[in-house]
């Protein structure tokens, strides 16, 4: 493992390599579970520190060549291009199409799918309430659920006032 002498504050870091310290954080949050960034814990928060080397590594790679790119040799090469442009475009265009197309019939068929569970729906609720109806007509009337047993004659205790007195 690298000493601590050879690790460099984010702040340092991005001195060093000339770029943002944002740049370098996104750097560190890629490598956090590796041997290139340490965790300090400071009274303040956690600090992370980067290795140098590994920042030389990453910042000093030769830069690539930019490719050359030709200047288009005029007429055939041209018409050929744009021959290919216009069959690409009818090509995205009658894809569109087809696109369009197919909602269309998605639509139709949630159309189709929607009413057919509503009317499932209706038949359900139908067939319970025919059945609510013929359970009401198989339940007695209100006068004859409520007839209370007669009342004890004022001369006679009931049980608990024999058992209990008062």
């Known amino acids: 493992m690298e000493s ?3 690790f460099l504050t984010i702040k340092q870091a991005a001195q060093q390599v000339n770029k943002s310290e ?5 750097l560190v949050k890629q490598q956090a579970l590796t041997s290139h ?3 300090e814990q400071t009274p303040k928060g956690n600090t992370y520190l980067i290795s140098q080397a590994f920042l030389t590594q990453q910042y000093s790679a030769p830069a690539k060549p930019l490719p050359i790119i030709a ?3 005029p007429g055939s090469d041209v018409a050929q291009l744009q021959q290919q442009l216009a069959e690409r475009d009818q090509t995205i265009q009658q894809l569109q199409h087809r696109l369009l197309e197919q909602n269309d019939v998605l639509n139709a068929l949630t159309g189709q799918v929607n009413s057919q569970r509503i009317g499932r729906i209706e038949e359900l609720l139908l067939s319970q309430n025919e059945q609510l109806g013929e359970l009401q007509k198989r339940l007695p009337e209100p006068s004859e659920v409520l007839q209370l047993p007669p009342a004890p004659e004022p001369g006679k205790k009931g049980l608990w006032q024999r058992l209990f007195g008062s």
Not at 22 to 26: A, V
């Open 22 to 26: 944002q740049t370098i954080r996104r």
């Open 71 to 73: 200047e288009p040799a």
């Open 4 to 6: 601590a002498s050879t």
């Open 37 to 39: 960034v340490q965790v």
